[in-house]
Every structure is written in C-alpha cells, then in structure tokens.
C-alpha cells in the first residue's frame, strides 16, 4: 500500500490568514484526492487533483478558497485560505490504487481561531 | 443527496460478541465497497473491501456481506474486542474520477 504523509499534522491558525497543507506519496500517482472531516463526522471530498491539470471541486467548495497544487505524481498541496473558525476540520490527502483501495494520509487538524 | 446511508450511529458490544455495521447506497453505477476503520487522531485505514460480483468476503474476523438487488452491504466483525473500538466507515467508489462516497461513521465500543 501507498505511504502518505502530510504535514503539518496539525496548526492552529488565526482568522483572516492561509494554510498550505503537504501532502507526500512514496510512489508515482495519477489521481489524488483531497478531503475534509469535520469534528465527530464523515469524510466529504473536497477536490481531485490530476498532475498536469487544474483540480476538480466538489459542490461547495472553490478554487479560491482551497487552491491545489498537483506539480508532480508524488506530491500536492491543499491551501485553506481567508480561514473563519468554520474552516477548523481534519484535512486528509487521498490516493487511490484501483486494485487495492484508497489510502489516507495521517491528516492535518486545522484549528481556526 | 446522500448516496451512502450508514447505521447504526454508535454501537455497543460485549467482548466477545458480533458487531453489525450496516450501509445502503443509491448508485448503481458505484463498482467498490471498502471499510474503513479511524481511530482518533489517525487517519482512516482501509479494512476490507468487495466487488459487486461477490456475495461475501472474509478477511480474518472481519466479513463484508454484500446484497446486491438490494443495494446493502454490511460489516460483522466476530469475536469483537476493545481494540476494534473505533469509528467505522462504509464507502462506495464511483463517478468521473472514481471517487469514495462514504458513510456517515459508526462508533464502535467494545466493553471489556
């Protein structure tokens, strides 16, 4: 199975500010998914990025407020910006082997102040 | 619209005994079923899986039974212990980027 790591693995940030989020596989990828689980609920998919093109969002979620980043098939990055308390959630990176399953990262608990 | 429906909410087993974990989807077109399993802090780790073209599958203590025509799958963990205390998760994969549709979590405690 893939071996994902993001970091930071969790942050505590101010109203108003941006957090870009890392997310590292130890093996080359096509797809790689991007999710949020808000405190004591499911997980809901925010976006997927492809390298080499521009992400695909999920209804209720933008471009502007969660830019990514997908420069190579190993690596990718979610920015959470213009952060409210709303924003406070796990952030996980997600890639998908489609014979085995998909795999999580350890994910990012973002608290917003 | 929520395509994966999941009960029950929380869950309380005795040692030693079957913890039932049951989910329905809509989509037909969704070709993949795994189990995640999250404790808290980590991220969700995936537990078992089946294909719509199997009826059941056993890894260990853990079994997926799946019912097609009527669109339910579920998850019996035997001989259940404290460690698996933990959050379950169903899912489904489908759509343009075969994406996961999961569940909306069951809480698992096992009383020693």
């Known amino acids: 199975s893939a071996v994902i790591s993001q970091k930071p693995s969790r942050d505590i940030c101010q109203r108003g500010t941006s957090l870009t989020i890392q997310c590292q596989v130890d093996?080359?990828?096509?797809?790689m998914f991007w999710y949020r689980q808000q405190p004591g609920q499911s997980l809901t998919l925010i976006a997927t990025a492809n390298q080499g093109s521009e992400a695909t969002y999920e209804s209720g979620f933008v471009i502007d407020k969660f830019p990514i980043s997908r420069p190579n098939l190993t690596f990718s990055t979610l920015t959470v910006s213009n952060m409210s308390p709303e924003d406070s959630s796990i952030y996980l990176c997600?890639?998908?082997?489609?014979?085995?399953?998909?795999?999580f990262g350890p994910g990012t608990r973002l608290t917003v102040l | 619209q929520q395509q994966v429906k999941q009960s029950p909410q929380s869950l309380i087993v005795q040692k030693g005994g079957i913890s039932i974990i049951n989910c329905a989807y809509e989509?037909?077109?969704?070709?993949?079923f795994p189990w995640y399993q999250q404790f808290p802090g980590k991220g969700p780790a995936l537990l078992i899986a089946?294909?719509?073209?199997?009826s059941e599958k056993k890894e260990g203590r853990f079994t997926i039974s799946f019912n097609k025509s009527a669109k339910q799958f579920s998850l019996h963990i035997m001989d259940s212990q404290p460690g698996d205390s933990a959050t379950y998760f169903c899912?489904?994969?489908?759509?343009?980027?075969?994406?996961?549709?999961f569940g909306s979590g069951t809480q698992l405690t096992v009383l020693p």
């Open positions: 899912a489904a994969r489908g759509g343009s980027a075969r994406q996961l549709t």
């Open positions: 997600s890639v998908e082997d489609w014979v085995k399953g998909g795999f």
């Open positions: 089946i294909r719509p073209d199997v």
């Open positions: 093996s080359q990828v096509t797809m």
């Open positions: 989509n037909t077109a969704f070709d993949y």
